[in-house]
């Protein structure tokens, strides 16, 4: 650990979508916490650019992240790279570096059960979930606190209406695509991915489409039903949909399940391409109200998620709401950031993360259950 008040030094691994437009700017907003001093990327175009646009040194601009790893220079990672990151992640540790990792951790259960060997001891590795970090959602769990907490739950209920990225990065002004990724690694990276995906669902597509919609996106729902109630006991409900014949590759999903003490919970993630604007509603009602949180297209930094608390008031309902400007990308950051210096646990870490991996195997196996898909990997018994 370095001392509390100290930039740290950070080297980041991955330079799509949400580092350019996120992770990056706010790391160069809070130079009073971090230093980038390491980029690496499978383009060498995009890791020359952004290397321009931050300072970082040439000999510091990478297209092979493991050896960013292993060259050390920094006193953490960021993991923004595409697919698992068990392997990034299992090498950062060995190195002694602490890890702030994008969703997904992992793809297997044999993979988390790596990392939690390796991060034994003081918390080494965050799991990027930032909505945890959001001060709504500080504040529906403070509110929930006083209510007497998770045993006063009566259900949760969510709703995703994910917009196509297009919709949502409009105001980006992104440039195009590169097109000087080595191929050949490519196609390694993508072999491996599947590798993985055999070992965690087995080869069933539908299986295999459910389970990365899972680790990917709704994996911040079941991060938010950690924080709030537990992670869920039972999956009993899964189904998956497509807009029209034609529709999305993506299908829609429908989950529900019990929570711990009796509470129930439902799922709908909604692939809606066309849709004009991005929205998350997660509500959890409660014998005297509820609590709304209403969250806006995750790249729209300082974007207020809004809290709406309804309640008994006079004899009759009132509703109050609560918004912030503070950004729930940079809370996590400071997190990440004290976790380095001082050693704060993050709201999640390894076990938690392989608690949604596993969650995400429940899901499958249930839908195999359902359908008749053919499950295999550790699904079949998580």
């Not at 005297?288 to 729209?300: A, D, H, Q, T």
């Not at 930094?301 to 309804?310: E, K, M, Q, R, Y």
């Not at 995400?360 to 008749?372: H, I, K, M, N």
Request: net charge negative.
């Amino acid at each position: 650990m370095t001392e509390p008040n100290k930039r740290i030094r950070i080297a980041v691994a991955g330079l799509g979508i949400i580092a350019r437009t996120v992770h990056l700017p706010l790391l160069q907003r809070r130079s009073d916490l971090f230093e980038i001093v390491a980029l690496a990327d499978l383009s060498p175009s995009r890791v020359t650019e952004l290397g321009e646009r931050y300072g970082v040194e040439p000999a510091r601009r990478y297209t092979d992240a493991a050896r960013m790893v292993t060259d050390g220079g920094c006193d953490g990672v960021l993991l923004a790279t595409s697919g698992s990151h068990g392997e990034l992640a299992a090498s950062a540790l060995r190195a002694g570096l602490p890890v702030l990792c994008e969703k997904p951790l992992t793809y297997t259960l044999a993979e988390t059960a790596r990392l939690a060997e390796l991060g034994a001891g003081t918390p080494a590795l965050m799991v990027g979930y930032m909505k945890q970090y959001d001060p709504a959602v500080t504040e529906a769990a403070r509110l929930l606190a006083e209510l007497g907490g998770a045993e006063r739950v009566h259900a949760v209920e969510v709703t995703v209406l994910h917009a196509g990225g297009d919709r949502q990065l409009r105001f980006a002004n992104l440039p195009p695509a590169t097109g000087d990724v080595p191929a050949e690694e490519a196609a390694r990276l993508s072999a491996a991915d599947r590798e993985l995906l055999d070992a965690a669902v087995g080869a069933d597509p539908g299986a295999r489409t459910l389970y990365q919609i899972l680790i990917n996106s709704v994996s911040h729902d079941l991060s938010l039903l950690r924080l709030f109630t537990g992670a869920p006991t039972t999956v009993e409900h899964v189904a998956t949909w497509p807009l029209t014949p034609d529709g999305p590759i993506e299908p829609s999903v429908e989950i529900s399940g019990q929570l711990p003490g009796g509470a129930r919970y439902g799922i709908r993630w909604l692939n809606l391409p066309d849709s004009p604007a991005y929205r998350e509603t997660v509500t959890l009602h409660h014998a005297r109200g509820s609590l709304e949180l209403v969250f806006p297209s995750p790249y729209l930094l300082n974007a207020p998620t809004t809290l709406t608390v309804v309640d008994e008031h006079g004899g009759g309902e009132r509703r109050a709401a609560y918004r912030s400007v503070i950004e729930a990308f940079e809370q996590e950051l400071v997190a990440f950031h004290a976790m380095v210096t001082a050693g704060a646990a993050p709201l999640t870490g390894i076990a938690e993360g392989a608690a949604d991996v596993r969650t995400s195997q429940q899901v499958v196996r249930r839908y195999g259950e359902l359908t008749g898909a053919a499950i295999g990997g550790e699904a079949a018994s998580s």
